[in-house]
């Protein structure tokens, strides 16, 4: 993309109502604009990084055997009105009426529409067990929509549901959603941190949140240092077989979000013990046959009798993603992506636009990594080197390539990793061959 032709509305100015480094860095780089309170237009630079992270995200849902659907943002309030949660969910649900004056609603989560497809589709054990999910915009009018995208109202959320015939199918699915989500925040380069959640009446231990720890977080966390060192970088994981070992790696230790807290625990663990604050990223819970029996989602056993089905369901704020990605990867001068969700993954800054020298090296280098595949933003602008150093750092592209009248006489590029800050001066294959290792 040559940059003289993108559209990359940056701002120049720190926008007064953004009280924190993401909202105020997604404004400033032209990734997003609000439209109203917690609602944003996405913009180009913006939304390729949310499709990055949904890609991410697709394919270790995909990889589980986790079947993509898409369902509609507008409900029948009728559906909600069988679950019991139609009076029950509260000012958070935006509720319009059709012109036929029927009761509409868009959706806040998807519970109840998955529930009836599933009812009037699937009749047996033998279609057991069986995972969809979605990734769709989802409104709920929050009290205090704040952060830009953050906390928005309305956000885009991949959604799954799990449907066994008993509990212990829940549970199998239950780990592979865990394991999955455990190998999707690593490779969007986070330390995300499964924490008991509340499981309400159903009881059990089937419900995590997922947590990335950052100053600016919502809600107050505590865990066990040992997390810090917890990976699964490097290990082949057999999805069909079994996950329990790496679930209990990840819970055997302490780690609690506000109301799961225990102060016993916690003074037991003395200095192995770290309090921080915390973003939620993801939930997943097991809530058994909450849904399934008042909406009649129920299936043959092998006795013949009729069972209903185990659900479970898993959230991933993919919107809310971007926001806490850049909360933990900043510095003052801007973004610092990493390189799974960057928008671009190079970028060539021409130091003297118009110096045929200069311009020729600079498209050669951009043809070059094209061809490669490379997503390449060449800043081909007439602007002063002081403006492109400033906006290749503040929309966080993880190498640079600069290029001066200086170095193109001798055959030398300057590289730049966003990273490390580090910057070297290289011949052009050098260069190449370094940012492509
Ligand atoms: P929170 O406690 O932050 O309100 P929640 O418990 O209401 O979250 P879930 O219903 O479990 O959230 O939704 C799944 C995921 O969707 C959350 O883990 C979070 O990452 C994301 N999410 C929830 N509400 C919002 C919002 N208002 N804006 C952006 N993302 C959100
Ligand atoms: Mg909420």
């Given at each position: 993309m040559r940059l003289s032709r993108y559209y990359l509305p940056t701002l120049k100015d720190t926008p007064a109502e953004a009280q924190i480094a993401s909202h105020r860095l997604m404004l400033r780089a032209g990734m997003v604009r609000q439209s109203s309170a917690g609602i944003y237009s996405w913009l180009p630079l913006g939304l390729r990084v949310l499709k990055n992270i949904e890609t991410i995200v697709r394919e270790e849902q995909n990889a589980i055997g986790c079947h993509e659907v898409l369902m509609p943002t507008i409900q029948p309030a009728d559906l909600w009105r069988k679950s019991g949660r139609y009076d029950d969910y509260g000012p958070e649900m935006l509720r319009i009426v059709d012109r036929h004056e029927r009761d509409m609603l868009y959706g806040p989560t998807n519970e109840e529409q998955i529930t009836e497809i599933f009812a009037e589709t699937v009749r047996s054990y033998r279609e057991l067990p069986q995972m969809l999910y979605h990734i769709q915009w989802k409104f709920r009018d929050e009290v205090r929509p704040r952060f830009g995208v953050m906390r928005g109202r309305e956000f885009l959320m991949k959604d799954a549901y799990s449907f066994d015939l008993n509990s212990e199918g829940a549970r199998l699915s239950y780990n592979k959603m865990f394991v999955s989500y455990l190998k999707t925040y690593e490779r969007l380069g986070l330390k995300a941190i499964p924490m008991a959640a509340d499981t309400g009446p159903i009881g059990g231990d089937m419900s995590h949140e997922f947590l990335i720890l950052a100053d600016t977080g919502e809600s107050e966390i505590a865990c066990h240092r040992d997390f810090m060192d917890l990976s699964l970088i490097g290990e082949n994981i057999d999805?069909?077989?079994?996950?329990q070992p790496i679930v209990d790696r990840f819970t055997a230790k302490y780690a609690a979000t506000d109301e799961m807290r225990n102060p016993e625990t916690e003074k037991q663990l003395g200095d192995q013990l770290i309090t921080a604050r915390g973003i939620e990223v993801g939930h997943i819970f097991n809530f058994g046959t909450k849904y399934s029996k008042p909406m009649g989602a129920k299936v043959a056993g092998p006795d013949g009798h009729d069972v209903f089905v185990e659900m479970g369901s898993y959230g991933i704020g993919v919107s809310r993603l971007v926001g806490a990605i850049i909360e933990a990867s900043h510095d003052d001068d801007g973004i610092i992506w990493p390189d799974a969700v960057a928008p671009f993954s190079v970028g060539i800054l021409n130091l003297k636009s118009g110096d045929a020298a200069c311009d020729q090296a600079c498209t050669g280098i951009y043809d070059t990594l094209r061809t490669q595949g490379r997503d390449v933003l060449y800043d081909d602008r007439d602007a002063r080197a002081g403006t492109k150093f400033a906006d290749a750092d503040l929309i966080g592209l993880p190498w640079q390539l600069i290029v001066g009248p200086r170095g193109v006489k001798n055959g030398l590029v300057e590289l730049k990793n966003r990273k490390s800050g580090a910057r070297e001066e290289l011949s052009l294959e050098s260069a190449l061959s370094k940012i492509s290792e």
């Open positions: 999805f069909d077989g079994d996950l």
